[in-house]
């Protein structure tokens, strides 16, 4: 589960900080001209608000985790 949201996280950050500069780059270096123009802002949307959504999926994974750790502890 962990590695999932890892994962998820490293993809929403690619998408929030990469996908913006990527533009700037593909203006800038003549070999990535061949990268399609896109809108930078939506996917640096897109990627913010897939990290806040791994952020909170792994809040719960960790509340969840410790509940049932305390329950197995009182036990």
């Not at 996908?19 to 780059?25: D, I, Q, Y």
């Not at 897109?46 to 509340?63: E, K």
């Given at each position: 589960?962990?590695?999932?949201?890892?994962?998820?996280?490293?993809?929403?950050?690619?998408?929030?900080?990469?996908?913006p500069n990527l533009r700037?780059?593909?203006?800038?270096?003549?070999?990535?001209?061949?990268?399609?123009?896109?809108?930078?802002?939506?996917?640096?949307?897109?990627?913010?608000?897939?990290?806040?959504?791994?952020?909170?999926?792994?809040?719960?994974?960790?509340?969840?985790?410790?509940?049932?750790?305390?329950?197995?502890?009182?036990?």
């Amino acid at each position: 589960m962990l590695k999932y949201l890892f994962l998820c996280g490293l993809f929403a950050f690619g998408l929030y900080w990469v996908a913006p500069n990527l533009r700037v780059l593909r203006e800038k270096v003549s070999w990535l001209s061949w990268l399609p123009a896109y809108d930078a802002a939506f996917w640096g949307y897109f990627g913010a608000a897939l990290m806040i959504g791994t952020v909170v999926t792994g809040l719960i994974f960790l509340v969840k985790t410790a509940l049932h750790m305390w329950r197995d502890m009182s036990d």
